[in-house]
C-alpha cells in the first residue's frame, strides 16, 4: 500500500487547483464545526488515541474564524473538502487555511492533506494522503503517507458494529512502533492502550 500512496502522493502533489476546483463543482451544501482539534478525522479515533478531544460540528452555518472548520458536502451528503481557519492575515487580508479533499468509491476514501496557505492560492504543498478501505460501508483499514517520509497502517476491529479495538503500525525514519487499543462505551468512549504485559493505559479521556 505504501507504494501505491506514493504513486498517488506523486500525481496529486502539483494538483491544488485542480483538486480545488472539483470539490466545488460537486458540493452542494456545507457543514461547520469548531475546535482546536477539527472534528472530523477521516481515520476513526485518530484524535482520541492521541490523547486530544475533537471539536465539535455546529448546527448552524457560521462564517470563518479562528479554528472554525467548513465542509463541502457532495449530493450525497459527503464530505468533499474541508477548510480550517487557522488565523487571519492582516497584512494579506486573507486567512490562513489548510484544505482537505476526499475523494469516495464503495470500497475506499482518499484524502490529500494540503499545508497552510492564504486562502486564495492556488499553489500549496501537499502534505500527506490518506487512504482508508471499506467493507459493508465500514472502516476496516488505514493507511497514511506523510511528506517527511512517514508510514501509518491501522486496523480496525468491530463488535456490535461498533470499534472495540485498534491496531497500529507506524514507520517514522529510524523508528517502528506498534501500539493496540481497546475501545469500550459507557457514557463516554474509553480507550485504552494495550500494553505487551496485557495491562492497560487510559488514553483518552
Given at each position: 500500500m505504501k507504494d501505491y500512496l506514493e504513486k498517488l502522493f506523486e500525481e496529486h502533489k502539483n494538483q491544488?487547483?485542480?483538486?480545488?476546483?472539483e470539490a466545488n463543482k460537486v458540493a452542494v451544501t456545507e457543514k461547520w464545526g469548531y475546535g482546536v482539534i477539527p472534528p472530523f478525522s477521516l481515520l476513526p479515533f485518530y484524535s482520541e488515541i492521541l490523547g486530544n478531544k475533537p471539536g465539535r460540528f455546529l448546527k448552524k452555518k457560521s462564517l470563518p474564524g479562528k479554528n472554525k472548520c467548513c465542509y463541502l458536502l457532495d449530493a450525497?451528503?459527503?464530505?468533499?473538502?474541508?477548510?480550517?481557519y487557522a488565523k487571519f492575515s492582516e497584512f494579506n487580508n486573507q486567512w490562513i487555511v489548510y484544505n482537505k479533499f476526499y475523494f469516495h468509491d464503495s470500497e475506499s476514501i482518499i484524502e490529500y492533506s494540503f499545508g497552510s496557505a492564504l486562502e486564495n492560492d492556488t499553489v500549496v504543498n501537499l502534505d500527506s494522503v490518506k487512504l482508508v478501505q471499506l467493507s459493508e460501508g465500514?472502516?476496516?483499514?488505514?493507511?497514511?503517507?506523510?511528506?517527511s517520509d512517514a508510514y501509518e497502517e491501522y486496523e480496525y476491529h468491530y463488535e456490535d458494529d461498533r470499534i472495540n479495538f485498534i491496531e497500529t503500525k507506524i514507520w517514522w525514519p529510524e523508528t517502528y512502533l506498534e501500539r493496540?487499543?481497546?475501545?469500550?462505551y459507557n457514557d463516554n468512549v474509553l480507550i485504552?492502550?494495550?500494553?505487551?504485559?496485557?495491562e492497560t493505559l487510559k488514553i483518552f479521556p
Open positions: 491544488f487547483a485542480i483538486l480545488k476546483e450525497e451528503d459527503r464530505i468533499v473538502n474541508s477548510i480550517e465500514r472502516i476496516t483499514k488505514g493507511y497514511t503517507l506523510i511528506i493496540n487499543y481497546k475501545v469500550t485504552e492502550e494495550v500494553l505487551n504485559n496485557g
